[in-house]
């Protein structure tokens, strides 16, 4: 039985990508509205963790007068706050800034600054303003351009790459994570997001894939903790995240019911 609901995960899989390339367009007004929301009502909330190199998203906040957690979602989607982070197309860090181009548009000329949290921290947030400046502080269009590139996506918002459309929608999925809004189980104040455990659950090639595998489960399992991120082996991984050893096995249970099993 277990096996048969798995296998009926995987078999929505072309179904729910089918449906989330096809209807871009609705998906863009969608992300659009949600980023105008966020950008009016919840920039002054607080993160719901203690993130690595607190100081440095902080200093560069008030730098750039950027919401604190608009960093630190970004630098969640990119990375996942590795520091040593590099992609395939040779974006480096914590932000990951794309080497040479955006680095030397940003003043930095050595590869290994990109190295220190502090200076790609900066270097991701002064190209956030700078993009939002261009895009008259409209964030889904900004952050389009930050995976992108401004050159491809139009400042009157026209057509959009399916796949920019994407990435703006995993940075608000990250978002919520940070704003503590997307996790059945709330943190306590103060907790620590090294603290927290991560279990890979599956891996794909495809960032749709992933996408649609999450969010089928999620409709199985809807109290689970789930995310997945893009890593820099051109992977995407989906993982299960929990507090403790108690959660953990709580959200294993949930995992067994909807026909997935862990260790």
């Known amino acids: 039985m277990l096996l048969q609901k798995f296998r009926t995960i995987l078999r929505l899989i072309p179904v729910l990508v089918f449906v989330i390339v096809?209807?871009?367009?609705?998906?863009?007004?969608?992300?659009?509205?949600?980023?105008?929301?966020?950008?009016?009502?919840?920039?002054?909330?607080?993160?719901?963790?203690?993130?690595?190199?607190?100081?440095?998203?902080?200093?560069?906040?008030?730098?750039?007068?950027?919401?604190?957690?608009?960093?630190?979602?970004?630098?969640?989607?990119?990375?996942?706050?590795?520091?040593?982070?590099?992609?395939?197309?040779?974006?480096?860090?914590?932000?990951?800034?794309?080497?040479?181009?955006?680095?030397?548009?940003?003043?930095?000329?050595?590869?290994?600054?990109?190295?220190?949290?502090?200076?790609?921290?900066?270097?991701?947030?002064?190209?956030?303003?700078?993009?939002?400046?261009?895009?008259?502080?409209?964030?889904?269009?900004?952050?389009?351009?930050?995976?992108?590139?401004?050159?491809?996506?139009?400042?009157?918002?026209?057509?959009?790459?399916?796949?920019?459309?994407?990435y703006s929608g995993y940075i608000f999925r990250h978002l919520n994570y940070v704003l503590g809004s997307g996790n059945a189980v709330k943190p306590v104040s103060e907790a620590l997001y090294s603290d927290l455990g991560q279990s890979t659950l599956v891996t794909f090639a495809e960032p749709y894939r992933a996408a649609a595998f999450v969010e089928s489960l999620e409709q199985l399992a809807p109290d689970l903790n789930l995310d997945w991120f893009r890593r820099g082996t051109g992977k995407f991984e989906v993982v299960m995240t929990y507090a403790d050893r108690q959660e953990f096995d709580s959200s294993a249970r949930m995992l067994r019911g909807a026909g997935f099993r862990i260790d």
Not at 45 to 56: S, V
Not at 97 to 123: Q, V
Request: overall charge negative; aromatic content about 10%; hydrophobic content about 40%.
């Open 22 to 166: 096809t209807d871009a367009h609705a998906m863009e007004q969608d992300l659009d509205a949600a980023w105008r929301d966020y950008s009016k009502s919840r920039t002054h909330l607080e993160p719901a963790y203690r993130f690595p190199y607190a100081t440095c998203f902080g200093t560069a906040a008030i730098q750039y007068d950027l919401p604190e957690t608009l960093l630190l979602a970004v630098a969640r989607g990119e990375s996942d706050f590795e520091a040593t982070a590099r992609s395939r197309a040779n974006a480096h860090g914590v932000m990951q800034i794309l080497w040479p181009g955006t680095a030397k548009h940003l003043g930095i000329h050595r590869l290994s600054e990109l190295y220190d949290p502090c200076t790609n921290i900066d270097a991701g947030a002064r190209y956030l303003r700078e993009l939002l400046a261009r895009y008259d502080g409209n964030m889904h269009l900004a952050l389009a351009a930050y995976n992108y590139g401004p050159r491809r996506i139009p400042v009157d918002g026209g057509a959009i790459p399916s796949g920019a459309n994407w």
